[in-house]
């Protein structure tokens, strides 16, 4: 009798298990994390470590997918309906990098300050793209928001919790105090996670564990929406709510009727809140802050796009904002002690700062992204609807969470037209367009490229992985110098005195890590002068050393000129070098 073979189906080894872990770990902590950068503060007096984040993170989910790749040998594509406006607005990015103002500046934005820059959104549609794969491989999505769920509550208490001793010190040892672009910001994402909170808890099926936390979370925001008094974020809170109670009415089969009416409750709360607003005895002191307004803003649009076609089609060039301010700002500026030397970097929100640095054809691309996105959500409730007619099928709680992604995406799109995004608002926006686009199966599906099996394929694959890792190392090095860098300025800024005997050594630390820095090397211009006219008022004996500054600022200035010719605050600081010299 012939002996009959058994094949045994084996697991994945040691080191592939501890690759799937790295992944899993890598999405759900990055997602768990970010909502951190949200702490409270006044200023953004740090914003490179966000990016360097973002970047890391980006980085480490594409050499684990490379790997998958070269172990596998195919290249999986999962495809969705938002993936040509994206592409078309990487190509409309590029060509406006190309054509920018300061190319330097649009690849690569402020550290102090976010901007729209290229290698930002570039670290977006790749975080789009290997989430998108990674989500339609493990079909984690309940995961994703609730890791999205948990860090939003933990960083919700740890503001609620700010003025006690304990929490204080903890925020400043994680340099909560430097992480914050705009309070307004806190309020939209905060009511963003309370709109995830409420479908959350909503679902049946949920563990008890969860729903506990989803409820926590919930009153968590309304209360931190209390002490912030943003009419803003109680819009967003209403919009997003309003989309949660549609989508349950579609699915009421499903989820918690108590629930539901609590929902219903903090909507109308919502809805009086933002338009009667908060009472004052509840709000929270909060520092005061200048921003452009709606009605400045479009007067910058019209004003650059009236100015050249350039303009209107491709903009002036990514995270180029302050240069667009600085020429074609009204002349009421220049009266006004505090906005003279001021230089806003965004606009009133991200729409019109878009189309004044991106242009028209990537607005419309944005757009139809957007659209794109709501198109799979109404496509999954069409035929939920339907099926709920028929009573062909029982709902799904995955289906519910689709719908709790989908109305946290809109209560975050419509903050996205009421306010400037920072990074991380940028990054939990893009996290929720995955989630959205996901919805529909119809509006999605897989191509698959495989690869030639050879040695040399092998060994290509290997040396492309290599190469990566090596690139990865290289700018993790010049990450940590930019870094260094901006924190020697920011304790320059925090510590600066006219009056004191020598020029910062922050100061100059800075500018020695980034000589060619136009920020770094403007502050020091200006340290040259203020330290000349204190020796100059004090009649100093010293008379060798005022020439010697009065040089040194003006070799700084040449340096400037030569690395931004067409920043207007070089020349500025020019003409004030050489009408003192």
Request: hydrophobic content about 55%; some cysteine; charged content about 15%.
């Amino acid at each position: 009798m012939p002996a009959v073979k058994t094949t045994q189906q084996t697991g994945p080894s040691a080191f592939e298990a501890v690759i799937l872990w790295l992944e899993k770990a890598a999405v759900y902590g990055g997602i768990f994390i970010f909502p951190f950068f949200t702490l409270p503060g006044t200023r953004d007096t740090i914003n490179l470590p966000k990016q360097v984040f973002l970047q890391s993170l980006v980085g480490m989910c594409f050499v684990l997918w490379l790997w998958r790749v070269v172990r596998e040998k195919k290249i999986v594509w999962q495809r969705t309906v938002g993936d040509w406006p994206i592409l078309v607005l990487t190509a409309i990015v590029l060509v406006s990098t190309i054509t920018s103002l300061s190319p330097a500046i649009s690849l690569f934005g402020h550290p102090h300050t976010f901007t729209l820059s290229t290698i930002n959104l570039l670290s977006w549609f790749l975080w789009f793209a290997l989430l998108t794969e990674w989500l339609a491989r493990r079909g984690s999505y309940r995961g994703v928001l609730l890791s999205l769920l948990l860090g939003g509550g933990v960083a919700m208490g740890i503001f609620l919790l700010s003025d006690w001793p304990f929490i204080s010190r903890f925020i400043f040892w994680i340099g909560g105090e430097r992480v914050i672009s705009a309070n307004i910001l806190l309020g939209v994402f905060y009511s963003t996670i309370g709109v995830l909170a409420a479908g959350l808890f909503c679902v049946a099926d949920l563990r008890r564990v969860w729903r506990f936390v989803s409820l926590v979370v919930f009153i968590l925001s309304v209360v931190t929406l209390l002490q912030l008094g943003f009419a803003v974020a109680w819009i967003v809170l209403a919009v997003g709510l309003g989309l949660q109670m549609f989508f349950l009415v579609t699915v009421f089969s499903t989820v918690r009727g108590e629930w539901a009416a609590l929902v219903c409750f903090i909507f109308l709360l919502a809805g009086i809140m933002g338009i009667a607003g908060t009472p004052r005895g509840v709000k929270r002191v909060l520092p005061v802050e200048v921003a452009l307004g709606a009605r400045a803003t479009w007067d910058l649009v019209l004003s650059a796009h009236s100015n050249s076609p350039r303009y209107f089609f491709v903009g002036s060039g990514p995270a180029t904002f302050s240069y667009v301010f600085s020429r074609w700002r009204t002349p009421a500026y220049n009266f006004n002690e505090f906005t003279a030397n001021t230089r806003f970097t965004q606009g009133f929100n991200t729409l019109l700062t878009m189309l004044i640095e991106y242009g028209g054809l990537a607005v419309l691309a944005f757009l139809f992204l957007i659209v794109s996105c709501i198109g799979a959500l109404s496509r999954l409730w069409r035929e939920e609807r339907l099926a709920s007619k028929r009573r062909s099928r029982h709902v799904t709680g995955e289906v519910v969470n689709f719908f709790a992604g989908g109305a946290a995406f809109g209560a975050l799109t419509v903050g996205l037209f009421l306010s400037f995004f920072d990074l991380t608002l940028w990054f939990v926006w893009w996290t929720l367009v995955v989630v959205s686009l996901s919805a529909s199966a119809a509006a999605a599906s897989r191509k698959v490229f495989n690869l030639f099996v050879s040695p040399q394929h092998r060994l290509a694959g290997i040396f492309g992985l290599v190469c990566v890792l090596v690139v990865g190392g290289i700018y993790g090095l010049w990450a940590a110098r930019l870094y260094m860098a901006e924190i020697a300025f920011t304790n320059f800024l925090n510590g600066q005195s006219v009056t004191s005997e020598k020029i910062s050594v922050d100061l100059e630390r800075a500018v020695e890590w980034r000589p060619a820095y136009a920020p770094y090397g403007i502050a020091l211009v200006k340290a040259y002068l203020e330290r000349a006219a204190v020796l100059a008022k004090a009649a100093d004996s010293r008379t060798g050393e005022i020439p010697r500054l009065l040089s040194s600022a003006t070799e700084r200035v040449k340096i400037l000129k030569e690395a931004e010719p067409r920043d207007v605050e070089v020349w500025e600081t020019a003409a004030v070098v050489y009408a003192n010299t």
